[in-house]
């Protein structure tokens, strides 16, 4: 036998439930939105560290020039290290058989017997090479999938100059290579980046390492700090020419992943935020009508002995009951949302299997906060049901007081219209719930903002990245400094219109404690292709004899402008040297010092002046210089800006407008709750007005304006405030986000703008046409008889 | 029982002929009006007594293009009513009919002023609002918000409110259904003073029989039929009513 207040409460939630529903998809939006981020956070953490257990990834990476093998035995005294593993690995240019662009790769040494400890390989079909072969290899899975290659294909390395053949036995994935991107680049493209395993004897033979390596992997003890290990180990590798060590946390796949998981967390917590704080307000004002409404009604039960405990609990539980379904809502819908996003995430992220996981702590979690959001939203209602005394409550409420509105008093009065008036004086009666309206329909416009200009910033870097700060068409690096013959080498190629030499020398920047391993670069003041472009857009001017950092750096390093940083660089004969910051540029991608380029030879006391090329090329031309470039010797990187530009376009259609679509319609079932339950209480509260204008001979065109008007009021008003509060957030995430592999601008298109505001103006006009069905079945008679 | 042709002024604003109103009340049918035939003579005083329950605020309806009768024939000016469609009703109402009623519904958010204006802006032909005002005795109480008022100055405003337009016909729904003596009576001399100044035919529904004297036709309605029909030789005037 259900008690008596809890058929009521039943039949109150059917009567209101097209409001309660309203709320109920706000609340499962926010939830959707956490449940599906916690479990995307969880499966791909739980699945990165099992596979990182499982394949014991490195702690500790480090690189030099050729260090012998006798070394390798002093790697494991080195403080807390477990294991130390060295391999032979090479950069290389790749020709693909169906691909006329040379393609960069990466050769990878498996030891001669057994197989590699630390960055342990999983083999995915195929075999694993025999080491008796020295044209069997494996290849990253992505790649191959990415060019369609077979088990028995064929690439081709070139390697000094001359092409070896790579016949392909296994398809594998790595724990080092789990976000496939090679360096420079902002995206993976599984087509540009290969990377190959094959047996080290042969390898070490192509790159005369015979007896060496060039590539060390340490893990540590559990808890043991990397710093102590980097310290020393740099100390050892000095003198073989180690390029500096780099903890865990600055291999470029996982910090990829990790910034990732990190996003996803913010997500869970500060998206569900606003909506659940949208969905409070909006049962906050629900629930204050319905005591409004069922003020004789309450009298009556606490006349007859009903305690305030129990009446302020029968208002509490409704918008539980709301909530909750919305909850429970939530949940599935992000359960499956996690799915979609998953399997996006494994497009881009790839491990042997996915663990998926999710916790029934959050769970509990996601529905302590329905509740939560429910208990808040009913807090002010329930305090009116407390303080309702029962006599006072079964005389008629007195009429609303109403004061002239400020714009009438300003001098307006004489150009509104009675309806006008209205409408200004109900917005001015209650200002906290109209700026609450406000701010709960500016959210949604703020949401959309967001999304879309995120897009634009990433936009803007891409184009100021592509046709202001690199203007090449292809990017050379070369294994080695070389002198003014590559320059001429390049030069001659048919169809390279323009070249010009870039020198990047590796160095540690170091000031007090605090030190970054990056790259100067040495620019031509007159640089045409490759340019240093501050915030301004404008190409950066040349200081003789000073250093010129990335913001960023300077940030990192905690220097400023006039202050002095030690130098030492990491090749050559390693000199060191104190230098002045002469200035910072607020460049957008990676962090790197500049200097003048006799500065830098004068510096590194070298005549080899070019580290790579910017080259300019007739589009015509384009194979043969792909062809030639793939022959060269000097050449071990390949960039081309076309390629990255149009992986650039496929990744925005992939995924940005699918996240476009979630966000904008996130940010219409905010617009359209605000809106709709709105419009409901006003025509709750105004029916009377209503039908009284209706019986006086207004039309339903008329009426129409007092109760539209005021929405169009409010969501007018919103607009600019959530195209300011979404300007805002997108800043914040931007600063947020800005890390030393990029930054992005902040922009915004008027069309972000235009999108966001007619999204909202269309959640309106869906409302106001749901509430106009509603008030076209207003019955005069019945409204009039009855007292309010 | 219908239109008295021996009368002063013969013309008729409405004539209604065997009205019946049925109700759907969920499964019961409820006979509000069962054959009811009332004329209304231009400028006349008409009271409508009877029980709740009488179907005396549904032939008000009717009368004021509120409802539409299930069978029968309303004729306002010869012009049919009961095959008005929405919009005919909707401008009827707005041209020729005053409504007063018994909770005055006037706009809380507007002043007693701009209540009468919010008629007399989609009027043809309204009186200035200050004057309705002045015609029921508030012209000092314009700019008063209807918190702000009694219950009686309420009813005198929503009084104000519907003859602003000049209406044909001023129909009253318990008036002073909500009022003590005092305030009633104030309500009931204001629409003495528009029926006779301003020659707006004035009907008003009432269980309050002592109201009747001021009428100059009395129809007494019992379970949606007319009972009674009463011709007063002389009106009484409002002052004098005791109940």
Same mark, same amino acid.
């Given at each position: 036998m259900i008690p008596a207040l809890d058929r009521k409460l039943l039949r109150d939630l059917w009567r209101v439930r097209s409001m309660g529903l309203a709320i109920a998809v706000v609340v499962a939006s926010g939830i959707a939105l956490l449940v599906a981020s916690l479990i995307c956070f969880d499966s791909l953490e739980t699945t990165r560290d099992r596979y990182y257990a499982r394949n014991e990834f490195g702690d500790v990476f480090a690189n030099a020039k050729r260090v012998p093998r006798w070394v390798a035995a002093s790697?494991?005294? #080195?403080?807390?290290?477990?294991r130390a593993d060295t391999r032979v690995v090479a950069g290389v240019t790749l020709d693909v058989p169906g691909t006329s662009e040379p393609v960069n790769g990466r050769l990878i040494s498996l030891p001669d017997?057994?197989?590699?400890? *630390?960055?342990g390989v999983t083999l995915r079909s195929g075999r694993w090479p025999d080491?008796?072969?020295?044209e069997e290899a494996i290849v990253n899975e992505r790649f191959a999938q990415g060019h369609g290659l077979e088990l028995g294909d064929q690439v081709f390395a070139v390697i000094n100059g001359r092409r070896q053949r790579l016949e392909i036995v296994g398809t594998a994935l790595s724990p080092e290579y789990v976000y496939a991107i090679a360096g420079g680049d902002l995206l993976p493209d599984p087509t540009r980046f290969g990377v190959f395993w094959m047996a080290r004897r042969h390898l070490a033979t192509a790159f005369d390492m015979e007896g060496g390596f060039n590539d060390i992997s340490l893990s540590l003890a559990e808890?043991?700090?990397?710093e102590p290990a980097i310290a020393e180990l740099d100390r050892l590798l000095e003198s073989y020419g180690g390029l500096g060590a780099i903890p865990r946390a600055q291999q470029i796949s996982h910090w990829y992943l990790q910034n990732e998981l990190t996003g996803l967390r913010g997500m869970a917590l500060l998206m569900p935020m606003i909506f659940l704080g949208i969905a409070a307000f909006l049962l906050n004002v629900v629930l204050r009508r319905m005591v409004a409404v069922q003020r004789e009604q309450i009298a009556v039960l606490k006349a007859i002995g009903y305690s305030n405990l129990r009446l302020g609990l029968h208002f509490t539980q409704w918008a539980v009951v709301v909530s909750v379904l919305g909850g429970v809502l939530g949940i599935a819908l992000g359960a499956l949302m996690s799915a979609g996003m998953l399997s996006l995430y494994m497009e881009y992220f790839r491990f042997p299997? #996915?663990?998926m996981r999710w916790s029934w702590g959050h769970i509990l979690g996601a529905l302590l906060a329905c509740g939560a959001a429910s208990v808040l939203g009913a807090a002010a209602a329930v305090k009116s049901v407390v303080r309702l005394p029962p006599a006072e409550a079964m005389?008629?409420?007195?009429p609303d007081t109403f004061r002239v509105s400020l714009l009438e008093r300003l001098g307006l009065k004489r150009w509104l219209t009675q309806p006008l008036r209205m409408v200004l004086r109900n917005l001015a009666r209650r200002p906290a719930r109209a700026a609450m309206s406000v701010i709960g329909i500016a959210f949604s416009a703020s949401i959309m903002v967001l999304a879309s200009a995120a897009m634009d910033s990433f936009e803007e870097l891409m184009q100021l990245q592509f046709n202001?700060? &690199?203007? &090449?068409?292809v990017t050379v690096t070369f294994f080695e400094p070389e002198g003014r013959a590559a320059y001429y080498e390049l030069a001659s190629v048919?169809?390279?219109?323009e070249v010009e030499p870039l020198n990047g020398a590796s160095a540690r920047l170091r000031n007090g404690n605090r030190n970054r391993q990056v790259g100067i670069q040495a620019l031509q003041?007159?640089?045409? *292709?490759q340019r240093v472009v501050g915030a301004d857009y404008q190409p950066v001017r040349f200081d003789r004899t000073g250093l010129i950092l990335s913001r960023k750096l300077a940030d990192v390093l905690g220097v400023a402008p006039g202050d002095t940083l030690r130098v030492e660089a990491? &090749?050559?004969?390693r000199p060191e040297r104190d230098m002045v910051v002469s200035a910072t540029v607020d460049d957008l991608m990676g962090v790197s010092a500049y200097m003048e380029p006799e500065a830098l030879r004068r510096f590194l006391?070298?005549?080899?002046?070019?580290s790579g090329a910017a080259l300019g090329i007739d589009p015509a031309a384009r194979d043969s210089v792909y062809a030639a470039l793939k022959g060269m010797?000097?050449?071990a990187g390949v960039a081309l800006q076309h390629a990255m530009l149009e992986n650039f376009e496929t990744f925005v259609a992939e995924n940005m407008n699918n996240t476009m679509a979630i966000n904008l319609l996130f940010a219409m079932v905010i617009a359209f709750g605000v809106i709709y339950n709105t419009a409901r209480i006003s025509l709750s509260e105004r029916s009377r007005e209503l039908a009284s204008m209706r019986v006086m001979g207004f039309t339903r065109a008329e009426i129409g304006v007092v109760l539209f008007g005021e929405l169009a009021i409010l969501t007018a008003a919103a607009i600019p405030v959530g195209l300011g509060l979404g300007y805002s957030m997108l800043a914040g995430m931007l600063a947020a986000y800005e890390t030393e592999l990029f930054r992005m601008p902040l922009v915004t298109e008027p069309a972000t703008f235009a999108w966001a505001s007619a999204a909202v103006v269309g959640a309106m006009g869906l409302s106001a046409a749901v509430v106009r069905h509603k008030l076209n079945r207003l019955d005069l008679v019945e409204v009039l008889k009855t007292r309010e | 029982m219908n239109g008295n042709g021996s009368e002063a002024n013969g013309a008729l604003a409405v004539s209604m002929r065997d009205v019946t109103k049925v109700y759907q009340m969920g499964e019961v049918e409820v006979h509000a009006l069962r054959g009811v035939s009332v004329d209304l003579e231009v400028g006349g005083f008409l009271v409508l007594l009877g029980?709740?329950?009488?179907?005396k605020s549904t032939l008000l309806n009717i009368l004021g293009g509120l409802d539409v009768p299930t069978s029968g024939q309303v004729l306002y000016r010869g012009q049919d009513l009961t095959r008005a469609d929405e919009g005919e009703l909707t401008r009827y109402r707005r041209r020729r009919v005053g409504f007063v009623f018994q909770f005055y519904?006037?706009?809380?958010?507007?002043t007693a002023r701009e209540n009468v204006e919010l008629v007399t802006e989609i009027?043809?032909?309204?009186?200035?609002a200050q004057e309705a005002l002045d015609i029921v005795g508030l012209a000092d109480r314009s700019s008063h918000f209807p918190s702000q008022m009694s219950g009686g100055e309420q009813q005198r405003v929503a009084i104000a409110r519907a003859i602003a337009k000049r209406p044909d016909i001023l129909l009253c729904d318990?008036?002073?259904?909500?009022?003590?003596i005092t305030t009633g009576i104030q309500v009931l001399e204001a629409l003495e003073r528009v029926n006779r100044d301003y020659g707006a035919t004035t009907a008003i529904i009432t269980?309050?029989?002592?109201?009747?004297?001021?009428?100059?036709r009395v129809i007494s309605l019992a379970d949606g039929r007319i009972s009674r029909q009463l011709v007063n030789e002389t009106r009484a005037a409002a002052s004098t009513i005791q109940w």
């Open positions: 790697l494991d005294e #080195l403080p807390g290290v477990v017997s057994g197989r590699p400890v *630390l960055n080491p008796g072969r020295a808890g043991a700090a990397p299997d #996915l663990i005389r008629p409420a007195a202001v700060v &690199q203007r &090449q068409d048919p169809g390279v219109v003041p007159d640089a045409k *292709l990491l &090749q050559g004969t006391s070298d005549s080899a002046t070019m010797p000097v050449v | 029980p709740s329950g009488s179907g519904n006037l706009i809380p958010s507007l009027s043809e032909d309204p009186l200035p318990e008036p002073t259904g909500a009022l003590d269980h309050n029989a002592a109201i009747a004297t001021i009428a100059d």
